[in-house]
């Protein structure tokens, strides 16, 4: 499973980017968040859970 962020409803808080464990790190904020690195995703979650505005799922 990958993370996929909704950029409708991003509002680039970067709470994703700071939880993300992975190394790299999964995401890259700018106007939103980016998805850049999606094969170190650990399927962790954290990035889903501790999103404010729910822009983000784990999609196969």
């Known amino acids: 499973m990958k993370p996929v962020v909704n950029e409708e409803t ?30 170190a995703c650990t399927e962790c979650g954290e990035c889903v859970d501790s999103c404010p505005t729910d822009s983000i799922e784990l999609v196969n």
């Open 10 to 39: 991003c509002i680039a808080c970067g709470t994703c980017e700071s939880v993300c464990p992975a190394t790299p790190n999964v995401f890259e904020v700018g106007d939103y968040s980016k998805v850049i690195n999606p094969d």
